[in-house]
Every structure is written in structure tokens, then in C-alpha cells.
């Protein structure tokens, strides 16, 4: 309830399911993959129902970057909003997947921010 009431995306944003567009690995009996966007604001929610960890590739295909008129992003701030724990070396992207490790029974609710090139200065 909390994450909802501090999330826009969580309880006003457009939803896109994304386990129609997983491959081999994922499996749709026992993982589930969404995003949520509201504004700025862009959540993966991701979780495991088997009872083993499971290595993950998220795909998030052209149909959701339009869908929630979302743009490729080489690297990304990824926090769990569960834990606080931070993921790091996410890319955004249609053409490489979004890669997690999710240990039996959990889940996470990744808030995607991207993080902004420092300019050189001369």
C-alpha cells in the first residue's frame, strides 16, 4: 500500500504486460514481468513464483517503448522499491533484455530512472 500511495505509476499509470514477449527461460506458469509509467515515473514489476531462483531476460519489446512512449536508455538507476537494493548495469533498450536474478518466491518492483551523462567541461 505504501509504494502505491508514494508510486503515481502504481495507481494512475498505463499498465503493459510483458510476459507475452519473454523467450525461452521464462516461464509464463511461474514468472510474471509488467511495467508501469506515470509521467516520468517508470516501474518494472517482476516476480517468481517457482520454488528456485531463476535467471531472467527481460524483453521489452517496440510495442511497449510506444505504448508507454518510452526511450532506449543505455544505463539506468534501477532500485527495488521493496528493498532498496539497487541493480546496476540495466540498459533500456528493444534490442538487449533487461537481466535479473530473482531468487523462489519473490519478487521486485524496479523503479527505472535514467542516469544522465556528466558533460565534459574544457
Known sequence: LTISRDNKAIAEGLM?????????GFNTRKQFAFMRKKDDELLLI????????????????????????LREHKRLKSTDL?????????VLSTQEPLRLSLPAWKGVVL????????????
Open 111 to 122: 523503479r527505472l530512472e535514467p542516469i544522465k551523462r556528466k558533460k565534459k567541461t574544457e
Open 46 to 69: 517482476v516476480v517468481n513464483f517457482d520454488d528456485r531462483t531463476v535467471d531472467l531476460n527481460i524483453n521489452v519489446p517496440e510495442d511497449a517503448f510506444n505504448y508507454l512512449r
Open 16 to 24: 503493459y504486460d510483458l510476459t507475452y514477449a519473454q523467450n525461452e
Open 82 to 90: 521493496l528493498t532498496d537494493k539497487e541493480y546496476t548495469g540495466m
